[in-house]
């Protein structure tokens, strides 16, 4: 049983643009959020729908040009399996280092090796601000400590090696030239238009 809404949400929510490299939201530490309301879950479902319309398991609030600490995560890619994460922090990293083979919403097209710990601790407020603290391992905890970075500022350019940047050269290069583009506004051969 609940009251009427005075205006009910049939649609889907919407999805964002994304920021690419090196847009500079990119670079800033997020901000917390201190209001734990409805536009806060309507911005987590739209999270969401960004992510899975763009086909990642991963997505970090900078990443959609908002400069706040809230990440989704869904390992199959799929919104029945994803949770999000409001404030967190990474307590602890454990476990044996792996590399594995990452890609970011923010790099399209660029893939590079990138070790990280197996397993890491956080803590973290859901959609109520009720504070609660999690161990991710495996896969889900790779994917965590990746969107935490945004969150920090830190890139999957800061995490390749020297060969992997060398292989993404001419990518990260054109991600540069595109944003210059861009923000020199259109005009005859100048701006490039939004993607979607
Ligand atoms: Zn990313």
Redesign the pocket.
Known sequence: MSEPQAAPQTEAPLAFDLTLFPEPVLRKKAEPVTRFDAELAAFVEAMFATMIHSGGV?L?AP?VGVKTRVLVVSESGRREDGFALINPTILERSGPTTLYEEG????PGIYAEVPRPDRCKVVAQDLSGNRFEKEYSGFVARIVQ??Y??LEGV??VDRMSPADKLKNKVALQELVERFQRLQAGPGPGGGLPRRR
């Not at 970011?104 to 790099?107: D, K, P, V």
């Open positions: 991963g970090a990443q970011c919403l923010s790099f990746h969107e970075d945004h890139l999957l």
